[in-house]
């Protein structure tokens, strides 16, 4: 009957002279691979040989796959990076996201440059949504809001704006007063923070 080892590894069944399953068990077990957990709880109930060991790393599942490590006293999170940002026909986007995970601070970190690719469209002071931006699992539970410096394609400043990243992660923007039209080649460097 095959064996499963505390790090979720699959010892086959069957042995020789050479004690296969007990080996491959120890071989498997000495292995410092990321263990997959569903929980905490699951996380502490883990129980290699020896007890916790310094570098033992879990990914959480009901944190979106954030990984904590052991560092002898307490898990540690660490931080999670590198999602891109949702792609769009009508933006070219340069930049993506991070997500930082603490005992005393929880957030992402979105820095990104847009330059407009599609046709184009003019700005009110009522909120225009511009395209979906964020990706599901790194949204803000609440809009998040920023402000931008659009600038024409040549580097040309054109006005300061109002920007929002909805619960659902698309990028709303508009006018703090008056109208403003939008180019092809426009481009905005935005940056927002929120708690996760």
């Avoid at 959480?60 to 002898?72: C, F, M, P, V, Y």
């Amino acid at each position: 009957m095959p064996q499963t080892t505390w790090n979720k590894g699959i010892v086959p069944a069957g042995t020789d002279p050479y004690n296969e399953i007990p080996d491959t068990k120890k071989a498997v077990e000495s292995l410092n691979a990321i263990v997959p957990v569903a929980n905490g709880a699951e996380r502490d109930a883990l129980a290699p040989t020896g007890g916790k060991y310094v570098g033992m790393t879990v990914s959480r599942a009901d944190l979106s796959g954030i990984l904590e490590t052991w560092d002898g006293l307490a898990w540690i999170r660490q931080a999670q990076t590198g999602s891109p940002v949702t792609s769009d026909a009508n933006w070219s986007f340069n930049g993506g996201l991070s997500r930082q995970v603490g005992a005393d601070r929880n957030h992402v970190t979105m820095s990104v440059r847009l330059s407009r690719a599609g046709g184009s469209f003019t700005l009110s002071t009522t909120y225009l949504l511009i395209c979906p931006l964020v990706p599901l699992g790194w949204r803000p539970p609440l809009p998040a809001f920023a402000s931008v410096n659009l600038h024409a394609a040549g580097g040309v400043y054109k006005a300061t704006l109002p920007a929002a990243i909805s619960a659902t992660g698309d990028l709303l923007l508009q006018t703090s007063s008056g109208s403003v039209t939008v180019n092809t080649g426009d481009y905005f460097h935005l940056c927002a923070d929120w708690p996760y």
